[in-house]
């Protein structure tokens, strides 16, 4: 399973970005993909995932209302949009993804596979 993360770049406060995460290689069709991010110093957190089973969304506390998780083509492609955005957006966000599960995930533990990622950082 191989995934890359892509739409990343510099805006200014309240800017817009959608993030896309191409997913290859999944074979169940039953799977949570999940954003992630990490600013400099700090442990990848948790932004957003979706899941398969249920269409079920997961937003932390600090995104939600500003930003929106989407998948296509069978779980091959994921979106992040991300509106409204806040220097505190700032960092490299990773799409990662786990078979064969049901339930919304949300940590980094849950995920199998990651992609590379991809820096998005606001400016004032």
């Known amino acids: 399973v191989q995934l890359q993360a892509s739409g990343g770049g510099t805006v200014q406060i309240g800017g817009s970005l959608r993030l896309s995460c191409t997913v290859s290689?999944?074979?169940?069709?039953?799977?949570?993909i999940g954003w992630f991010r990490q600013a400099p110093g700090k442990d990848r957190e948790a932004v957003s995932s979706?899941?398969?089973?249920?269409?079920?969304?997961y937003y932390t506390d600090a995104v939600k209302g500003r930003f929106s998780v989407s998948s296509a083509d069978a779980g091959h492609t994921a979106y992040l949009q991300m509106n409204d955005l806040k220097p505190e957006d700032t960092g490299i966000y990773y799409c990662?993804?786990?078979?064969?599960?049901?339930?919304?995930?949300?940590?980094?533990?849950?995920?199998?596979?990651w992609g590379r990622g991809t820096q998005v950082t606001v400016s004032s």
């Open positions: 990662a993804i786990r078979e064969i599960v049901i339930v919304p995930i949300t940590t980094v533990d849950d995920f199998q596979y």
């Open positions: 979706i899941t398969s089973a249920t269409g079920q969304t």
């Open positions: 290689g999944i074979e169940s069709s039953f799977w949570s």
